[in-house]
């Protein structure tokens, strides 16, 4: 691996529309910063499972956390090789033929080997920086966790061994043979978009919103 980018190993390779791919380090790293929601792929004792979780990139690693309880944070927590893909989806591509629909999206695949951050000191760090990539700002507002909340997770690292990330923008690319077809054509932007927030029974009515809540723009 250079500096800049991620080597392309036999397992990272993009071979399918090679140019929509990117192994370069700010590419990847631009679409993991971005995301929030990861879907974390690895080989549990009944096979193959991929579980939806939060996730944080902290240097050339993916930051997970979850109940010490959890089947799935401690089968991390022992070592196993993982699989973690983000993607943002930016719209639906609709062509003249069916054949042609596609997404427009940015989307990462990371393959690495989980290891347990155990140290009391390094798990407050970690789950601090999950919690900033979450909600960027909050850290500062919540308590943090207590000896024992940190004792009741599981905090994980995905050191990024090989990554990929692969990018469609743009129209559709219909047959030229179709152009005549007497149909829209054309892309459905999508974006996640936060909601006017709402305030919980406990929070004084005459609380600002905090500007991170308000301006909140993660996932896009
Ligand atoms: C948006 C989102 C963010 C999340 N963030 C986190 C996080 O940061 N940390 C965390 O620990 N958990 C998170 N979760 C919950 C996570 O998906 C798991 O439910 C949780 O980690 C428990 O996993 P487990 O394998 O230990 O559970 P188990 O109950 O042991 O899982 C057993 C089976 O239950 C089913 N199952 C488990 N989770 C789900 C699910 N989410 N949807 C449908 N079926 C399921 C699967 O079939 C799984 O094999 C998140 C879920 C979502 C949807």
Same mark, same amino acid.
């Given at each position: ?24 380090? *700010?590419t990847?790293?631009?679409?993991? &910063? ?18 939806p ?16 309880k959890? !089947? ?5 927590? *022992? ?10 989806? &930016?719209?639906?591509?609709? +062509? ?14 990371v ?12 798990k ?10 979450l909600v $960027? ?21 995905? =050191?990024?061994?090989? +990554?990929?990330? *692969?990018?469609r923008?743009?129209? =559709?690319? &219909? ?13 459905v932007?999508?974006?996640? *978009?936060?909601? +006017? $927030? ?9 609380? =600002?919103?905090? &500007?991170?809540? !308000?301006d ?5």
């Amino acid at each position: 691996m250079t500096d800049a980018a991620f080597d392309p190993s036999e397992r990272s390779t993009i071979h399918r529309l090679p140019s929509r791919g990117a192994y370069d380090k *700010k590419t990847v790293f631009d679409i993991l &910063d971005r995301g929030i929601l990861a879907h974390v792929g690895f080989t549990g004792e009944h096979g193959p499972v991929v579980i939806p979780m939060g996730y944080a990139r902290r240097e050339d690693a993916v930051l997970l956390h979850g109940s010490a309880k959890s !089947r799935l944070l401690g089968a991390l927590a *022992k070592g196993t090789d993982v699989c973690v893909t983000v993607t943002l989806l &930016d719209g639906l591509v609709l +062509a003249r033929s069916t054949f042609h629909h596609s997404m427009n999206y940015r989307s990462v695949v990371v393959f690495g080997r989980s290891r347990e951050i155990a140290d009391a000191k390094e798990k407050n760090a970690a789950l601090e920086h999950i919690v900033e990539h979450l909600v $960027p700002g909050r850290g500062v507002d919540a308590r943090g966790a207590n000896d024992g909340e940190l004792d009741a997770t599981l905090v994980i690292e995905v =050191p990024i061994q090989d +990554a990929s990330a *692969k990018i469609r923008t743009g129209p =559709p690319v &219909d047959e030229s043979r179709d152009l005549s077809i007497d149909i829209w054509a054309g892309v459905v932007p999508l974006e996640m *978009k936060p909601g +006017a $927030p709402i305030a919980d029974e406990h929070t004084a009515s005459d609380k =600002p919103v905090p &500007d991170y809540v !308000r301006d909140y723009s993660k996932g896009r």
